[in-house]
């Protein structure tokens, strides 16, 4: 891994109404967006192609990334690859050098799982793909990578090295640092395709999910979940406290005669904060986790730490980074879950399409609180108010402004 230090860069068009960048809103109007043909799905792309040309009409050079999710094997809901293939035209149009759709390993079992597809060997999830349609000669029209996998990188199409990159940072409220998926940071630009869900812990699963659990390596997820704890070594460390009074929420602990702080697990966020401050280095603390142990731990604050692993992700790359959220098929739960789901809306809601995803989420969570007030569906409060919450805390944080201009159309 390569650590690049790298200062905190928030454009004016997140903070700045009068710069604000717009989001669109591509509204379907009596179209099944979830069961259309593919015939009718393609023309239904190249009019999401005229809103992708609202939000950016700037050149785009170099390797292009179409950031997706396949699904889980029986996962049918997902997102339709056919809605990404005009996607792939609009880049095209614009002379990048390589386009490619790719995603990252899971922490968790499956087909797409991290340890079931080690380095060098991810015929797993290829096969997957390949089944659901993302390949060059499936319906998404472009090839997939697994984004922290440099063994599915393509020569002269798309090309990355290393598993994961470690960015340091200066100004993120939560992590000093960063561990992008080595795809994502090779990238040079990014449609970032998201497809709305609920999520029993992300609340309004959207487009900074998809960046932050989508983007990041191992482990940036085991962080985001509170997975990766502090261990000392009684060798190296001279005991000094440091950490200890460093320790955003008090969970090292040095009493008198101890030679390391103790850890109180359910306290500790993984932020690295006692890492990074060590007086000693990496050789008396590291942070370390190999899976999720418990999937409902800070289950509460987890729109907030991937609030602040976006803004570490997207620094730098904001303008050169279009975010679409996919809202139909839309169930309780995401596409994470290897189970067969029905949608909770009789209509499919159409694209948002824009640069600011926090933005975008805040909106989607609106619109699909009131599609479900209208067909009289109850879905628990607190989970439609997650977006909400983000956006309160990014603009309070960071001041990102989420009530941005918003442009429609129609496809119909």
Not at 289 to 312: F, K, N, S, V
Not at 371 to 394: F, G, H, P, Q, W
């Amino acid at each position: 891994m390569i650590s690049k230090i790298s200062p905190l860069q928030i454009p004016d068009q997140l903070r700045l109404l009068e710069k604000a960048w717009p989001t669109v809103y591509l509204q379907a109007k009596n179209l099944d967006l979830w069961r259309a043909p593919t015939s009718l799905a393609y023309l239904v792309s190249d009019v999401l192609n005229t809103a992708i040309q609202r939000v950016h009409d700037n050149p785009i050079h170099g390797q292009a990334l179409l950031k997706v999710h396949i699904g889980e094997p029986n996962c049918y809901t997902r997102m339709k690859p056919e809605y990404v293939m005009g996607i792939s035209k609009f880049l095209s149009k614009k002379g990048v050098s390589g386009i490619i759709a790719g995603d990252t390993t899971v922490a968790y079992t499956g087909p797409r799982g991290y340890k079931e597809n080690p380095k060098g060997s991810v015929s797993s999830y290829l096969k997957l793909a390949r089944k659901h349609g993302w390949s060059k000669n499936g319906k998404a029209g472009a090839s997939f990578v697994v984004l922290d996998r440099p063994s599915t990188s393509k020569s002269e199409e798309f090309e990355f090295a290393v598993e994961q990159e470690h960015f340091e940072l200066d100004g993120v409220n939560r992590f000093n640092d960063s561990y992008a998926a080595g795809g994502f940071a090779a990238a040079d630009f990014i449609v970032n395709n998201a497809h709305l869900t609920l999520h029993g812990l992300a609340g309004v699963a959207g487009c900074v999910k998809s960046i932050a659990m989508g983007c990041s390596g191992l482990t940036g997820k085991l962080r985001m979940h509170q997975s990766l704890l502090p261990h000392f070594d009684a060798d190296f460390c001279v005991g000094c406290g440091k950490c200890v009074e460093s320790c955003p929420e008090n969970a090292l602990r040095l009493d008198e005669g101890d030679s390391c702080p103790i850890v109180d697990p359910e306290s500790c966020i993984g932020c690295g904060e006692c890492e990074a401050v060590c007086a000693v280095g990496k050789d008396a603390i590291k942070l370390a986790g190999e899976e999720i142990t418990d999937w409902e731990r800070g289950g509460r604050t987890l729109p907030i730490r991937m609030a602040d692993y976006t803004i570490g992700l997207m620094n730098g790359r904001w303008d050169n980074t279009i975010h679409v959220l996919h809202m139909y098929a839309i169930t309780e739960r995401c596409d994470c879950l290897n189970i067969n789901q029905q949608p909770m809306l009789k209509d499919d809601l159409g694209f948002l399409v824009g640069k600011n995803p926090f933005a975008i989420d805040r909106l989607a969570g609106q619109i699909l609180t009131e599609a479900l007030n209208k067909e009289e569906r109850t879905v628990d409060k607190t989970i439609l108010t997650s977006a909400e919450i983000m956006a309160n805390y990014v603009y309070k944080t960071y001041g990102i402004q989420t009530e941005t201009p918003v442009k429609k159309m129609t496809v119909s």
